[in-house]
């Protein structure tokens, strides 16, 4: 990946002074590579990355593995398209193995992400089934510890 990119990924608030001065190119070059990366959509947007726990305890993040029918000309993709599109749904992926998409939403309470399940996703044309598998707590979030402070190791010196 390119190192601007990745720079970019770290933190996204960064100057393209400080950019450039790092990466030890000019500000115009840094300017310009990310209003590219914008346009033709290699830089899809920036967020903050939030301890959801801080913000809402009770909040609840469900892994959703669907099972789903192939389509004979959209393959798994239309099904996972029309997914994507619900407000719960955070991220959708297509994987190998057991089941075919990866979904991850987000919900008030547990019977608001069973009835997401139960209304709208296993309902959905091409479903087969689901199984859902409940988030405990994070340690790690888009590159970012959460609630992690470092602790020395150690032993401290006596005089």
């Not at 719960?88 to 994987?95: G, I, K, P, W």
């Not at 987000?106 to 992400?113: F, I, K, N, P, T």
Request: with cysteine; charged share 30%.
């Amino acid at each position: 990946m390119d190192a601007l990119l990745q720079l970019l990924q770290k933190d996204d608030r960064v100057s393209p002074a400080e950019l450039a001065q790092q990466l030890n190119i000019s500000e115009k070059e840094v300017v310009a590579k990310i209003r590219k990366w914008e346009s033709d959509g290699t830089i899809l947007g920036y967020h903050a990355v939030i301890d959801r726990e801080r913000m809402n305890p009770d909040l609840v993040t469900a892994v959703i593995e669907v099972k789903v029918t192939p389509e004979r000309e959209g393959g798994f993709d239309h099904t996972a398209q029309r997914i994507a599109r619900f407000e719960q749904v955070e991220s959708v992926y297509l994987m190998s193995g057991g089941y075919d998409v990866l979904v991850i939403v987000h919900g008030q309470s547990l019977r608001d992400v069973a009835n997401f399940i139960t209304n709208k996703l296993s309902t959905m044309e091409g479903v087969q089934s689901c199984t859902t598998r409940f988030r405990l707590k994070t340690y790690k979030e888009n590159g970012m510890l959460h609630g992690m402070e470092e602790k020395c190791e150690r032993l401290a010196v006596a005089p």
